[in-house]
């Protein structure tokens, strides 16, 4: 990502245990079991930019697997992700009220990146505060990529983390 990120911990969970609200729009691809969507190896980090706010994070998954299989799990996921919703998110006492989440399909970046792009914006909104959050997706033969972050540092890293990804293949 460069020196002005540093690593942040993801912690210890499995984002891959449940549909959870979803499952009908998976079930609508023929995926009834999370495990369907595996794919042969997948790496997730976390990079954070100082920005003073401490709330600026970069999310970047790598995968990889045969370009079919990639192609398909890519699909299915970002085509539920824009249809599935609004997301209901539940009030946490000292936290925050409940949360509204929308997700939309927005349009591909100018710069053709790999063989299939993904773009969707999420949009939560809680206790009168507004978040846009931007989920892009690059494949290209069997590799893949998904940043999710603010939209400026999404747009600011893909094209880098695409490039160097391509460069280890």
Not at 40 to 49: D, Q, T
Not at 155 to 166: C, D, H, N, R
């Amino acid at each position: 990502m460069g020196p002005a990120y540093k690593v942040v911990s993801e912690g210890d969970h499995d984002d891959n245990d449940s549909f959870g609200p979803c499952k009908s729009d998976f079930a609508r691809y023929g995926i009834n079991d999370p495990k369907e969507l595996d794919l042969a190896a997948e790496v997730k980090s976390g990079f954070a930019l100082e920005v003073g706010d401490g709330r600026s994070v970069l999310k970047e998954e790598l995968s990889t697997d045969t370009p079919k299989k990639l192609a398909a799990v890519y699909k299915v996921i970002f085509d539920v992700f824009s249809t599935c919703g609004p997301l209901e998110v539940p009030e946490e006492p000292g936290k925050h009220g409940k949360i509204s989440i929308t997700m939309e399909k927005a349009p591909l970046p100018a710069q053709k990146l790999g063989e299939e792009q993904y773009r969707i914006l999420s949009t939560a909104t809680w206790d009168g505060k507004t978040e846009v959050t931007e989920i892009a997706g690059v494949r290209d033969g069997n590799v893949g990529i998904v940043l999710t972050g603010p939209s400026d540092m999404v747009e600011q890293s893909l094209g880098k983390a695409v490039a160097k990804a391509k460069g280890s293949h």
